[in-house]
């Protein structure tokens, strides 16, 4: 089941705040779609109290460290092009799959392009995130998986019983430090992807009891 299937009849009381462009002073950028040819824009931008909450969520954590930024507000344009693409690979490598074995696989990772205004697609809203950390040395923390690994290894809780000293007993703990700092700052986590948090969206509201969510879809709504 997607994000999208879990989120059905939360309201939405749109809030109007602004998007904004995330500056490499503050975090690294590192526009995986753009640089994969989903997006045709460079820039990676977020609501700015999304923007405010991962500032104070850096403050928290170790010495030099800082969040790597991958993705964030996504234009439905973008969101078709990243659906499509997990389609055709799930219909290549599994070609006896029908049609709804395929959407129910795709939309474990990937939101449909919705033009719900009722139900938007999370990254559509400027709300949700896909990040990771740096350490002192900019160098990538290894989380286990790279970014958009749509396998169940990428579940946040995956290694969690991994035996102590272990390479993925390390991954875990990476993962729980990205989760508790974000958690702290009222994030929350869909936990099918380590790098994925939401604030404001009907995700975000789903998972903390918020009666209603305060961002809606930005594309929609212009």
């Known amino acids: 089941m ?3 299937d879990s989120v059905k009849g939360i309201p939405i009381k749109e809030c109007g705040e602004g998007v904004e462009v995330l500056t490499p002073s503050d975090f690294v950028i590192d526009p995986k779609y753009f640089e994969w040819s989903f997006s045709d824009t460079e820039e990676v931008l977020l609501r700015a109290s999304v923007i405010e909450k991962l500032n104070e969520a850096k403050a928290l954590l170790p010495e030099g460290w800082n969040f790597k930024i991958w993705d964030g507000y996504r234009t439905l344009s973008t969101q078709e092009k990243v659906y499509k693409n997990y389609w055709d690979r799930l219909k290549k490598e599994n070609p006896a799959w029908d049609d709804e074995k395929i959407r129910e696989n795709v939309e474990i990772f990937v939101s449909p392009a919705s033009e719900d205004v009722e139900l938007p ?4 809203t400027g709300g949700t995130v896909d990040l990771t950390l740096v350490d002192e040395n900019g160098e990538e923390v290894d989380m286990g998986t790279p970014f958009d690994e749509f396998t169940p290894n990428s579940y946040t809780d995956h290694f969690k019983d991994s035996l102590e000293g272990s390479k993925e007993a390390t991954w875990h703990k990476n993962r729980m430090l990205l989760l508790e700092t974000l958690e702290e700052l009222g994030f929350k986590n869909y936990y099918d992807e ?3 948090f939401s604030y ?8 903390t009891g918020n009666p209603i969510a305060f961002y809606g879809s930005i594309e929609l709504l212009r």
């Open 121 to 124: 697609s999370p990254h559509n």
């Open 2 to 4: 997607g994000i999208l």
């Open 200 to 207: 404001g969206t009907q995700e975000w509201a789903s998972q």
């Open 194 to 196: 380590w790098w994925h």
